[in-house]
């Protein structure tokens, strides 16, 4: 027997159900359509002085990540150059702290437009990671790049603990914008200062989707290259590197053991600062970040340079350029290019500036060690791997293997060569939860020293296999 008052209990519900299924797909077909309409908004049409097309959407623009201050974060998105569907999502941080990823990674190392030296035009990187990922650069914190912040004294108070907060605060809404990438495999990677930042946020991925059951960020692991870890471990390899490549005297080699050797590297005591003042005298006009090139205050025959890169249009990226920053210099801050990029017109009437002295100046939070989060994002199961250029005298190779060995990590596969094209492309040493990385001949900028090397190594990163030994033939 039916009962009536049943019988209407489940109309009443059906209709309830259905007017709410309506609501709820309205909804959610409202919000694809805005996060669909903004990244329509965001898309990057061609630049200036790009002279070719490319096959991959780019976009643009800010992400506001904090609407009390009114802090934005400027990025640039760069979809894999076949099938953006199939590969992960990659998010590139450069150092400083102050400098930008757009500045560096983008347009010198990892991105697809490099920029040719008259400061105009672009040319294609031929070994763009966005062969193997789709690609997020992102100018973090606020005061970097073209992100600002509309409370000037932000920028006088940027550390680590808020620019990974707000790094966390700009992932969320980017992928609200792009929920296509929501649960993607997702990888952070960056070099030099990037070492705090990377773990940070990594970290606080980690302990948000924690606390939220969620996966929208869904982080898989992590890459940082030449990466300032450890204050004392760091140092400690800096000194041992400066004097063992033969740039520093004895004398000073002592010195700075003495003088430095418990110190903070952003903040450093004034006996410290002077006796490091004596050893960069001591090394002379060369690059520190890439010791054995030209650096590109010598200027060597200019002239020549360009006159050699016209004739070898194609190969330019095998020629090592030590300018490439004055390059950028010129190009981002053209004011149709700042304008392609939509960057403020607030922001774009002032100088854009690959690293920015305010923010670097000013830094406050920097803890001495991130040993401590590596630990945790070990014992969670991320991938993480720690790749050095061996020529770098900023944050060496030999700090890197000092921090890794405080660790105090089994080994699971012992040092061993790895190769590319049949030639020795550095060494690597598998942990237990840690790969360690190095990369011949490079300095703190692998991928702008060794773009092919750089790139047969973020594949392996992300495919998760050793790196390529002599038997394998490497696949391009
Ligand atoms: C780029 O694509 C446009 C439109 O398809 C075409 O007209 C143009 O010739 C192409 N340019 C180059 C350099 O291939
Ligand atoms: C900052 O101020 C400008 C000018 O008033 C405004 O257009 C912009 O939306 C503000 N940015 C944020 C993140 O609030
Ligand atoms: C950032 O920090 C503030 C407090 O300082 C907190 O309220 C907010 O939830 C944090 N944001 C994220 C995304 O964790
Ligand atoms: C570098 O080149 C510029 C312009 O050609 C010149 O004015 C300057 O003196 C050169 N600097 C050095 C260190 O040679």
């Known amino acids: 027997m039916a009962n009536p008052r049943w019988v209407f209990g489940v109309k009443t519900f059906l209709i309830f159900i259905s007017l709410y299924l309506s609501l709820a797909s309205c909804v959610i077909a409202t919000s694809l359509e ?37 802090r934005a974060l400027f990025y640039w998105f760069l979809e894999a150059t076949e099938d953006p569907d199939s590969k992960p999502l990659l998010l590139w941080l450069n150092g400083g702290p102050g400098c930008s990823s757009i500045a560096y990674g983008e347009a010198e190392e990892i991105g697809p437009f490099h920029i040719r030296p008259d400061g ?11 062969k193997v990922a789709n690609v997020l650069f992102l100018d973090s914190p606020v005061g970097v790049g073209y992100s600002y912040s509309n409370t000037s004294s932000d920028l006088l ?20 914008r792009f929920p296509q990438y929501k649960e993607r495999d997702f990888y952070i990677s960056g070099e030099s200062y990037g070492g705090h930042y990377v773990p940070q946020l990594s970290q606080a991925i980690v302990r948000y989707n924690g606390a939220t059951k969620q996966k929208t960020i869904n982080l898989k692991g992590y890459m940082v290259g030449n990466a300032l ?100 210099e010129v190009y981002f801050n053209l004011p149709e290019v700042k304008q392609a990029l939509y960057v403020l017109p607030e922001v774009a009437a002032s100088k854009w500036e690959t690293c920015s002295d305010i923010v670097n100046i000013n830094w406050k939070d920097s803890p001495r060690t991130v040993l401590d989060i590596y630990r945790e994002l070990i014992h969670v199961g991320l991938r993480i791997w720690i ?66 090397l750089a790139l047969t190594l973020v594949k392996a990163f992300l495919s998760g296999t ?5 038997e394998q033939v490497s696949v391009s």
């Open 34 to 70: 805005d996060s669909v309409a903004q990244q329509k908004l965001d898309k990057v049409h061609k630049l200036p002085g790009q002279t070719f097309n490319v096959s991959f959407a780019h976009y643009a623009g800010y992400v506001t990540v904090n609407e009390v201050s009114g």
């Open 120 to 130: 105009k035009t672009l040319y294609l990187n031929p070994y763009s990671w966005n």
């Open 229 to 328: 870890t450890d204050d004392y471990h760091d140092h400690l390899g800096l000194f041992q590197f400066l004097w063992s490549a033969g740039l520093i005297s004895d004398e000073t080699y002592k010195l700075l053991n003495v003088l430095c050797d418990f110190e903070s590297f952003i903040h450093s005591s004034s006996s410290c600062d002077k006796i490091m003042d004596v050893a960069s005298e001591e090394m002379g006009n060369i690059d520190p970040y890439s010791i054995f090139t030209p650096s590109c205050s010598a200027n060597v025959s200019q002239s020549k340079w360009l006159l050699k890169r016209r004739l070898m249009v194609g190969q330019l990226s095998e020629k090592y350029d030590p300018c490439t920053e004055k390059h950028s």
């Open 466 to 470: 050793s790196m390529p030994g002599l």
């Open 157 to 176: 108070n940027n550390g680590d603990k808020r620019t990974a907060n707000d790094s966390l605060t700009f992932l969320l809404k980017w992928l609200e």
């Open 387 to 452: 790749f050095s250029g061996d020529t770098d005298a900023v944050i060496p190779v030999t700090s890197t293997r000092y921090s890794i060995e405080a660790l105090k990590l089994p080994t699971v596969r012992p040092w061993r060569p790895w190769y590319d094209d049949g030639q020795v492309g550095g060494w690597t040493q598998e942990y237990a939860g840690l790969n360690f990385v190095s990369v011949r001949g490079a300095g703190h900028e692998v991928p702008l020293h060794r773009p092919k």
